[in-house]
Every structure is written in C-alpha cells, then in structure tokens.
C-alpha cells in the first residue's frame, strides 16, 4: 500500500492529493491564493501565503484521511511555471511580493529587446520566444527596482526562484536550494542543449549565478520536507512544471504522443523526443522532463480562446444559459452548414501570429439559428486545436499519434468527438481528472520505486474513453479546408 502526495502549486489556488499505488486519488485538500494587482497588467502574489497555504493543505488533507505524515511515502511537486521569488538567504524573507508569470511589467523592455533583433539569440539558446511570461526579465526588474536588491545579489545573499524552488528551500529550512530542468527552461536563463544556466544570458542580464539553484532532473533527491512541518520527514523525489506535469500525468512517455489541457484556454504540448528541435512557427520547445539520465523534449502551443468562447456566448450573447448546454444546441443540428467562427478575440496566436485579427461570424444564412452557431464555436476550439497539432507534426516530421485531453471543457461529448474527427486521430479521455498532480506524484513514485519503469504506468491505465474518428478523412479536410481559407482571408 503505498500513499503519495502531491502539491500542486497553481496560480489561483494551492492542492495537496494523495494517490496509491493504482494511481487513484484518495483525496484532496485545496487552498485559494490572493491575487495582487497593483497596476493595471501587473500580477503578484505573496510567497509566504503560497508556501503556508500549502503546508496548510498538506496538513488538511492528511486530517481528511486519517492519515500521518509517517504514512507517506514520498513527495512530488508540481507548480505555475515562470512566477518568480526573490528572497533573502539569511533571513528567508521574499524581498518583494512573487512575480506571476501573466505579469506585464517587463512588456516593453521586452520589446526593446525583439526590437534590437535578440528574438533569435534567445531562441536558439532557450527554446522560448522572447516575452515578459518568462522569469528572465522579472529578475533583471527586481535587482533593478527593489531597493538593496543589487547589493543584496553582489553579496551572495539574494536567491531567485521559481516556486518549486521556493517551496523546497521553506520545507528544507533552507537546507535545498534546488530546481528542475522543467521548471529551469521556462526562465529563459536557461540553456535547454547545455542542460545549465546559459552564462552569457546571465550576463545579458547582471544577474550572479549564485543567486540561480543548482538544477536537478524533474526525478531526483529534492530535499526532505522538515519533521517539524507534519510531524515526521518526507522525501521530496520529483519536480514538474504544470503543464510539463500534466503531459507526464497523461503518460505521454513517447515522441509525438500529444495532450491538450481544455480550460479557458488550451495548452498543447507534444512530446518530441530526446533532441530538441527549435520551431519556425513559434512554438516554444521546452524540457519536458528530465529521468534517469534522459531528456525529454516537448513543443508546447496554447490557444486564448477555449472554454472561454462559451463562457463568451453565455454571457455576451445569451444564447445558451450554461456551458454544458453546448452540448445539446450543437448536436440538434447536423451540421454547421457552413458557418464558421472566427474566435480571434484576443488575436490568432501560434501558428498564424495575427495579432490585430478580431473574432468573426462567417457563412451564415437566413436559415442560420443559434444551434448552427454553437456548433461552429465548438468546432472553431477544434480547428484552432489542429491548426497548432499541425505546426507540432510538421516541425517533428511526423504525424501525432493520439492526443490526450483533459480540463472543464472534456465534459462536452461532441467536442470530443469533433476533435477526433478533426484531427483524424483517437482523442483520448482518462477518468482521473486530477493528471497535472499526477505527472508529479508519478514522477515521485518511480523514484520511490512503488512502480518499476513507464511501461507499468502505461499498463496501469484503465477506464480510459477513446473517441475515434468518424468523419470520413475527405469530409474532414474539407471542412478544415474552409477554415484555412477564412484565416488566409482575413
Ligand atoms: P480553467 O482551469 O481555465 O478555469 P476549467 O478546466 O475549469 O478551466 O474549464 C472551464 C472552462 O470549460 C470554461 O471556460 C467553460 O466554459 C468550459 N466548459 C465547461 N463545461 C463545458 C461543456 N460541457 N461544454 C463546453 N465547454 C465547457
């Protein structure tokens, strides 16, 4: 009987879940996170909350099922990704409040920087697209602007991290100063070839290398969680950025096996195997984790627009009074007949990169109702979803497998199978819908060995949904063939 647990750091809210051996989720305890907004576009959070919230919904959850500390076997940690802490290594207080990763403060700097022609430098050393999300600029504003911040690094006593890192030195007392590949490559200082803190990012920037944790592989000795915190010591074994977490949860062990998380938006993350391959139609290539001396590498695409066209078509247009209703409204009809929905809101991101586009209703008729227009909402979520499946395929040079879904929007049957039929290959549906915690938790327990290797993960899965494709594969690509031709329009 083994029991792990798993934080799971997010940005709205903190977890703690406990999973056995089977992998089923015994219970959870969550914690909501204040967000602090002190200008307009800037995000911040307290780093002491974060880390009592946490240690908080461990205790909880341990209450819940009557459990110990010394019940536990192992720890591993998963967490929002590029939200940067900055604190001072001897008193262990946060010298300015965390810097989320939606935070804007650095945008124009960052313009500068694409201005100056750096996009590719950057690129070619960290995977990523040059962008205020990531840690980098976050740092250089905070030994810019925090007052004795600089003195404080020249010292040797200001430490940056990211919240793992975080978490880990507060539950070791300072003992660990540590992070993982996963969670390293999202702060664009880091060399995702090298596999270290790039030096001459480091100097681009002015920031020490003694203010950065050694990095580890997402699988490793972390530290353990002090007695003094739940009563016995844990060992921490695995950390995992969200989505890197999330890809890991879903089992995704093999080159072009892909996920997609469906929330308010939608994080599409293949595995590309070992060799990190730079994108040309900006998506970012990221550690997806490091194990047992391999690396694995992913592309990672997000759409802005998901559940939340729904969420748009309930609240600012009124025809339909909840999400789940979609459902319904979009199988009383055939089809879409015709209609397409352009659901750039908030521009088209990867791979068109068509930032001033607005969103669009195309193709109606007098006989075009409400039904007609849900259905092509749903089925704009999908086209958008293949758009960026497609840039993944094409920069692998081959065809994803199968692609693993999860998040609030799942729940819609027809999506689904709209994907399927989209894409043209099985989307699958686990029933745990707790995969981002249990990538980490995963991760954990093959350290601790409660499983031997990825295979008996894989063989582990069960009451899994497949949604094969039913659209005929020539019906298919013509309906996305309509949707090429609106976005080459526009
Ligand atoms: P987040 O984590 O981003 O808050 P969730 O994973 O909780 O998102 O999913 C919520 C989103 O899913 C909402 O935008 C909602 O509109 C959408 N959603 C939930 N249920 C359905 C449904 N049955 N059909 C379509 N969309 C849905």
């Known amino acids: 009987m083994a029991r792990i647990m798993a934080l799971d750091s997010g940005t709205t809210s ?51 099922l009557n ?14 990704r590029e939200t940067l802490i900055a604190w001072d290594k001897r008193s262990g ?17 960052c313009g500068q920087l694409v201005g100056r022609g750096l996009t590719d430098w950057f690129q070619k050393k960290t995977g990523l697209i040059l962008d205020a999300y990531f840690s980098a ?9 925090v007052e004795g911040a600089r003195r404080l690094a020249l010292e040797g006593n200001l430490l ?86 999330a890809l890991f949860g ?13 929330g308010t938006g939608a994080f599409i993350l293949s595995n590309i195997g070992k060799e990190p391959v730079l994108s040309k139609e900006g998506l970012l290539t990221t550690v997806a984790w490091g194990y047992k001396g391999e690396v694995y590498y992913a592309f990672e695409g997000s759409i802005f627009m998901a559940g939340a066209v729904i969420q748009w078509l309930r609240d600012n247009l009124g025809i339909l009074a909840n999400a789940a209703e979609s459902e319904a409204m ?71 497998k199968t692609l693993r879904v999860d998040g609030g929007m799942t729940a819609n049957q027809f999506m689904m199978q709209c994907q399927a039929d989209i894409l043209q290959i099985p989307v699958i549906k686990g ?3 707790e995969v981002t915690a249990m990538g980490a938790a995963f991760m954990a327990g093959l350290m601790k060995r409660i499983w031997k290797d990825t295979q008996e993960l894989k063989a582990m899965a069960d009451h899994e949904r497949y949604f094969h494709p039913v659209m005929h594969a020539q019906d298919s690509a013509k309906l996305y063939e309509g949707w090429l031709d609106l976005i080459h329009n526009i």
């Open 330 to 400: 979009a199988t009383a009809v055939e089809s879409s007949e015709g209609v397409y929905f352009l659901s750039s809101f908030q521009g088209l991101g990867a791979p068109w990169w068509k930032n001033g586009v607005r969103a669009s209703i195309h193709g109606m008729s007098r006989k075009t109702n409400a039904n007609h227009i849900v259905r092509a909402a749903l089925e704009s979520v999908g086209f958008r979803v293949k758009d960026v499946v497609g840039a993944m395929e094409r920069e692998m040079g081959m065809p994803c």
């Open 250 to 262: 879903q089992r995704c062990f093999q080159k072009s096996e892909a996920k997609c998380t469906y």
């Open 431 to 433: 029933d745990n819908p």
């Open 67 to 80: 459990m110990t500390a010394a019940d536990v076997d192992c720890i591993g940690i998963t967490n929002q």
């Open 93 to 109: 207080e946060p010298v300015h409040n965390a810097i989320v990763w939606q935070c804007r403060r650095t945008e124009e700097y």
């Open 14 to 64: 903190v977890r703690a879940l406990i999973f056995d051996e089977n992998g089923k989720t015994l219970g959870m305890h969550q914690e909501e996170i204040h967000q602090i907004y002190p200008h307009t576009g800037w995000v911040e959070e307290d780093p002491v909350e974060i880390w009592d919230k946490q240690i908080l919904a461990a205790a909880k959850v341990l209450e819940k």
């Open 160 to 245: 940056f991290g990211t919240i793992d890192t975080w978490l880990i030195w507060k539950a070791t007392n300072g003992a660990s100063y540590v992070t993982d590949y996963s969670n390293a490559c999202r702060t664009m200082l880091f060399n995702i070839h090298t596999l270290d803190w790039d030096p001459e990012i480091l100097e681009f920037f002015d920031i020490p290398r003694n203010c950065l944790p050694e990095v580890l592989e997402s699988g490793a000795e972390f530290g353990s969680l002090d007695a003094a915190y739940l009563g016995a010591p844990i060992p921490i074994l695995a950390v995992l950025g969200d989505q890197q977490s």
């Open 137 to 145: 600029t976050k740092a250089g504003w905070i030994l810019k602007n």
